[in-house]
């Protein structure tokens, strides 16, 4: 089942608050940005950039991603490993989004932004 309106409100408030502080700069966000997606019962943060060798190619490679489970009532969160692959955080599971954008924040493995 997809989020409500208030729950989608919520993320929407949590992702502004998190873009406005990890965003680049504005005179570089041609060259790499960072943007949300909301599709199902996730989240998921990507990096936009244009392709080395086409400008005018764009990718979106996902970093980052968290599922709701409504039964749990918890936020699974994820990180993409260099082989391609989602792997577990820890810790595992936020409680609210906003948990989740302040443990993405935080980075403390330097598992998102290196």
């Known amino acids: ?12 408030k949590a992702a502004a608050d998190f873009l406005a502080v990890r965003r680049p700069p504005p005179d570089i ?8 997606t909301v599709y199902n019962q996730t989240i998921e943060l990507v990096e936009v950039r244009p ?10 490679p996902p970093f ?3 599922t709701y489970v409504r ?16 792997h ?3 810790p595992p599971v936020a409680p609210t989004i ?7 924040h935080e980075d403390r493995f330097c598992c998102f932004f290196g």
């Open 98 to 104: 906003a948990a989740f954008f302040s443990l993405l």
């Open 51 to 60: 392709v080395w060798n086409n400008p005018s190619e764009i990718r979106k």
């Open 1 to 12: 089942m997809a989020f409500n309106e208030l729950d989608l409100k919520r993320i929407e």
């Open 71 to 86: 039964t749990a009532n918890e936020w699974r969160i994820f990180w993409m490993r260099g082989n391609l692959k989602w």
């Open 29 to 36: 966000r041609g060259q790499l940005d960072l943007e949300y």
């Open 64 to 66: 980052a991603k968290a």
């Open 88 to 90: 577990a955080y820890d």
